[in-house]
């Protein structure tokens, strides 16, 4: 499919993207009182971190971390075969990684020891618990963290994510509209390639490529 030259291309998004997505995220979470967010689900860890992988998220064995204090840097934890992936996608420059897979530890004791070195005002961390998310870890390693960081809590951050993630930058406007209008496009070519009453596998044996 040829896309019609009236259809803009939309560079990557900058660095100063995330930025503002992080201290939006940062006032959410002095709002929401947490100390710190933990990010597994490719739309949140992408959000605020920018790394892009195909691998990733098509794969259940390996977990991917993001984590956001509410003071100092956020970090990656993630498999170290990733590494090199998240410095060529993602802006966050600190990044902790272990050998993966190790089934007795797959990360856990690393995100712990981040967790336990923070500067907390609240005693909260907040995960991916809330309606419409999902955490990206076994839930055995979820229970084992948290009972490995307290006295600190692991709460519901889905408040301060939908607060967040509302609010659409004129950079994601721009991104909304440029897919508008390639779904446009496609829709309007279609009449050119299937006849009504003309079934599926009668158009696989005849279509023209696309």
């Known amino acids: 499919m040829k896309l019609d030259a009236r259809v803009p291309l939309v560079p990557p998004f900058p660095t100063t993207e995330f930025h503002e997505r992080v201290e939006r995220m940062r006032e959410a979470m002095r709002f929401h009182e ?38 100092g840097e956020p970090i990656g934890v993630i498999p170290e075969f990733g590494e090199t992936n998240w410095r060529n996608t993602s802006w966050v420059e600190r990044v902790i990684v272990w050998p993966s897979p190790r089934p007795e530890d797959e990360g856990i004791s690393l995100l712990a020891n981040v967790f336990r070195g923070l500067r907390c005002r609240f005693g909260r961390i907040g995960a991916e618990l809330g309606a419409e998310t999902r955490i990206g870890m076994p839930v055995n390693d979820f229970l084992r963290l948290s009972a490995e960081i ?9 408040p301060a994510f939908r607060q967040v993630r509302q609010i659409k930058s004129p950079a994601e406007v ?19 390639y299937f006849i009504a009453g003309e079934s599926e596998r009668h158009w696989r044996r005849n279509s023209k490529p696309i």
Do not use: H, K
Request: charged residues 10%; glycine residues 4%.
């Open 150 to 158: 307290q006295p600190l809590q692991m709460v519901d951050a889905t």
């Open 34 to 71: 947490l100390d710190a967010v933990l990010l597994t689900s490719e739309a949140n860890v992408e959000y605020l971190s920018g790394f892009w992988t195909l691998f990733a998220w098509n794969s259940l064995s390996r977990p991917w971390y993001f984590i956001l204090p509410l003071d």
């Open 174 to 192: 721009a991104r909304v509209a440029t897919i508008c209008l390639i779904a446009g496009e496609a829709f309007t070519m279609l009449p050119s």
